[in-house]
């Protein structure tokens, strides 16, 4: 079955980093995502990784797999006031068709000053 | 706009009653999906359609839930006999590619009296 489990709560100190952690039970996932809500708002792609790489870059954000213990990791370097919000992990067990995404409980991320 | 657009975006209701949520996707996204998001919790799937396949109906809590999506485009969630327990924000998502990026609308939220 699919099941993404996730910390409900964070808080960092602006300036610190971030690492918001994320385990999976479907190994046939082929890509995992990592979505953003602000406040009143809907869900919005942050970065999604291939399960044949370890790990992806993009500016302050570093997505780290680990297919072996189903792990799958967030960290925002520097983070800002702006990056409080809550954040979903979220698993695509197929291949090659848009099909519905299995969403983690989501971690909601307080940036204090 | 050019993104999902849901409509109301606040509906309070007595049990007991029927409601309709409807969700504009974007033009030429051939997938549409309906989650359910409840204080709390993480994001539910309730159905998704794809283009002219049958509807994957397996998130759907109870037989008072029922979907449709007309002429490919346009869909509308209905709940009947609405309970206290059907209050949450309801997601609409659309998308295009195998890559899994759903785009979301603002939601709308439920408050069943």
């Known amino acids: 079955g699919e099941d993404v489990e996730q910390s409900l709560f964070l808080s960092v100190r602006e300036g610190d980093s971030s690492v918001i952690n994320c385990t999976y039970t479907d190994s046939s996932s082929t890509y995992l995502y990592w979505y953003k809500q602000e406040p009143g708002a809907g869900l919005q792609l942050l970065t999604y990784i291939f399960s044949n790489m370890d790990m992806k870059q993009d500016q302050r954000l570093t997505v780290l797999l680990n297919k072996k213990d189903k792990h799958l990791s967030l960290r925002i370097a520097d983070t800002q006031t702006g990056d409080s919000a809550i954040y979903f992990c979220a698993e695509n067990p197929n291949t090659g068709t848009a099909s519905k995404l299995t969403f983690g409980t989501g971690t909601r991320l307080q940036v204090t000053l | 706009g050019a993104g999902v657009s849901q409509s109301p975006s606040n509906k309070v209701t007595e049990k007991g009653k029927d409601v309709e949520l409807r969700c504009d996707p974007i033009?030429?996204?051939?997938?549409l999906y309906w989650y359910r998001q409840s204080l709390g919790q993480g994001l539910e799937f309730l159905i998704y359609f794809q283009g002219n396949s049958a509807p994957d109906k397996s998130g759907l809590p109870s037989d008072r839930f029922s979907a449709e999506r007309t002429g490919g485009s346009v869909s509308t969630l209905t709940i009947q006999r609405t309970q206290q327990e059907d209050s949450a924000v309801y997601l609409c998502?659309?998308?295009?590619?195998?890559?899994?990026?759903?785009?979301f609308g603002e939601g709308s939220r439920l408050t069943v009296l």
């Open positions: 033009s030429g996204h051939t997938a």
């Open positions: 998502a659309s998308s295009l590619g195998w890559t899994g990026e759903l785009f």
